[in-house]
């Protein structure tokens, strides 16, 4: 997705590969992010960079719309610098549609999805469905192939729903996104296409990026 003229660079969110078998194994793992992220965010900051780019969901999501803001405030005031995350990337792509109401696809246990359906309500949308593909473990999330995610997005679709949203970051879906839009008319949001895409816009970077769905060919 990178555009000439932009550079990304880096730093890994130390976590172990441990068991996701249940919701306390997932609380776990919150809590693994969030002990491990300012060393990764300190990291980063020696190459200067203009903006930090949040590339993991499941934290920006947790504990409702207010807290996701307090992150991003926390992640402003340690680096001075603007942030982009996925909970705030998503409610801004959504809202260039005018969606209000959606389903959501997740690689989480269903204490994961209970905190992404309370951000997206917070926010003003409606979750009219959520899948969760309980992953069991975070390098497991990246494993899930093309046909198990189209076949959730196939089970996720309706007429009583504006768009499908895919968080967790781990998730290989910006691609398939931009096909499905087309078999199923309406837009599909890759979280990491919307983190991007958030980064880049905000920067004042206008590129039109094909191949990954509407919102960076058109937006």
């Not at 959520?130 to 046909?147: T, W």
Request: with cysteine; net charge negative; aromatic share 6%.
């Amino acid at each position: 997705m990178r555009p000439v003229g932009v550079t990304n660079h880096i730093s890994r969110i130390r976590i172990p590969n441990i068991p996701l078998n249940n919701n306390d194994d997932f609380n776990r793992l919150i809590e693994l992010i969030a002990a491990a992220q300012d060393e990764a965010v300190d990291s980063v900051m020696s190459c200067e960079p203009d903006r930090l780019v949040l590339g993991i969901s499941a934290e920006t999501f947790w504990d409702g719309l207010e807290a996701s803001r307090k992150l991003k405030k926390q992640l402003h005031e340690r680096t001075g610098l603007p942030i982009s995350m996925g909970s705030e990337a998503c409610g801004a792509a959504l809202d260039l549609w005018n969606v209000k109401t959606i389903a959501v696809l997740t690689p989480y246990q269903p204490v994961g999805d209970k905190n992404v359906v309370r951000f997206f309500e917070e926010a003003g949308y409606s979750v009219k469905r959520i899948k969760g593909l309980k992953c069991a473990s975070p390098v497991k999330i990246a494993h899930v192939s093309e046909s198990e995610l189209r076949a959730g997005l196939q089970e996720l679709a309706g007429d009583d729903i504006d768009a499908i949203v895919q968080v967790g970051t781990n998730l290989a879906m910006a691609r398939l996104a931009a096909s499905a839009e087309i078999w199923l008319d309406r837009p599909v949001l890759a979280i990491n296409t919307a983190i991007y895409w958030h980064a880049l816009r905000q920067s004042g970077i206008n590129d039109r990026i094909s191949g990954f769905g509407a919102l960076l060919e058109r937006h």
